[in-house]
């Protein structure tokens, strides 16, 4: 596979990613479904920061990286590691819940992740 090919399907999913997650924490805010809300403000409060922090940084590594520019590929490294963790962490507590569809879909995320990780560490050491 191209090199060109593989760094903007790479930067076009962490950019999905991000918007996912945005998009996830807008619907649940906005349907009321975070009961950490009241059970445990602190917490959740500092959890909504950091996936908002990810997010974000997911959308502009991915564009970064696909405008080629010089802070595109650290901000990409940065994003896809943040994500990992996210997605590492949350199939955590969704597999405590026995809420298997999101404990299988968060795995598949974090392997998805790494091989994209993985890939764009060996075209820039130039390896691939």
Known sequence: M???VIELIASIYIIIIGIAML???????GK???PELTTKPTQIYFHL????LTSITLIFGGIGF???QPWGVALFFISIGMAIYS????A???GQLKDWPMFIILNVFTIISLI???MIILIEFQIL
């Open 23 to 29: 998009s996830m924490w807008i619907f649940l805010l």
């Open 92 to 94: 955590g507590n969704y």
């Open 2 to 4: 191209n090199i060109i």
């Open 116 to 118: 994209f990780a993985t």
């Open 87 to 90: 997605t590492i962490n949350a």
């Open 66 to 68: 696909i405008l080629n």
């Open 32 to 34: 009321r479904e975070v």
């Open 49 to 52: 920061a950091a996936e908002l």
